[in-house]
């Protein structure tokens, strides 16, 4: 049973267009979270949503906007793309709030490459 | 800023011990985290340290000193499945967002 799970794993698309990617968690959680990892694997939080409301919102352009239609649901998606948007993106969750307590749960991870 | 800092690079033998060091720049870090990623795969809750002091699961331990800014990750018995980056993780407050430090790439010699 897949705790976090991201959909594609794989994205490959050319400079300018819009792209999605979707995040789904069974476990039960109150609290969902986009990261960006760079090539460097520097991990940056990009959104974090609790029970549906925005609680984290980091500096990103707005050609990011997130969306969680549901508490389990949590979809990124990005508006003109731009070569330095390639990365591997993560969705994760945790039972509680944002705080370093609380354990998150990793998604596989989705690379999206810009060409 | 709030960062935290770790060496990038630590290399030990298989079946040592061998510690990452995780220092932060900012006073008042609720608590430290620690995660383990594999190449091409997804970071892994390890530990918390909430309170100063060392905690111990199985051959990985974590140590906080809030006074000193300062902690680290000990792994004992090393295993070469425990190739991979070690990330520390901590935030200001209770339900702050968390900020990871850039990572110490593990290597693990026979």
């Known amino acids: 049973d897949t705790a976090v799970s991201q959909t594609p794993k794989y994205l490959v698309t050319q400079m300018g267009n819009d792209k999605s990617i979707k995040c789904e968690q069974n476990l039960g959680h109150d609290t969902m979270y986009w990261y960006k990892q760079d090539s460097k694997k520097f991990l940056k939080i990009m959104f974090s949503y609790n029970n549906k409301e925005l609680i984290i919102n980091e500096t990103v352009p707005n050609r990011f906007s997130p969306k969680s239609p549901d508490k389990a649901h949590l979809n990124l998606h990005i508006n003109s793309l731009e070569l330095g948007d390639s990365a591997v993106y993560f969705c994760?969750?945790?039972?509680?709030?944002?705080?370093?307590?609380?354990?998150?749960?990793f998604g596989p991870g989705t690379r999206l490459t810009v060409l | 800023g709030q960062s935290l800092e770790q060496p990038s690079e630590v290399t030990a033998v298989e079946g040592a011990i061998v510690q990452i060091n995780c220092t932060y720049q900012?006073?008042?870090?609720?608590?430290l985290s620690w995660y383990q990623q594999h190449d091409g795969g997804a970071p892994t809750f390890l530990s918390y340290?909430?309170?100063?002091g060392l905690e111990e699961t199985g051959r990985f331990s974590s140590f906080l000193s809030r006074s000193d800014s300062y902690g680290y990750l000990l792994l004992q018995e090393l295993q070469m499945k425990d190739s991979a980056s070690y990330f520390c993780?901590?935030?200001?407050?209770?339900?702050?967002?968390?900020?990871f430090g850039k990572g110490t790439r593990l290597h693990i010699l026979p």
């Open positions: 900012t006073s008042g870090f609720y608590g």
């Open positions: 340290n909430g309170l100063d």
């Open positions: 993780a901590g935030g200001l407050n209770r339900d702050d967002k968390i900020i």
């Open positions: 994760a969750s945790s039972p509680g709030g944002a705080g370093p307590y609380n354990e998150q749960f």
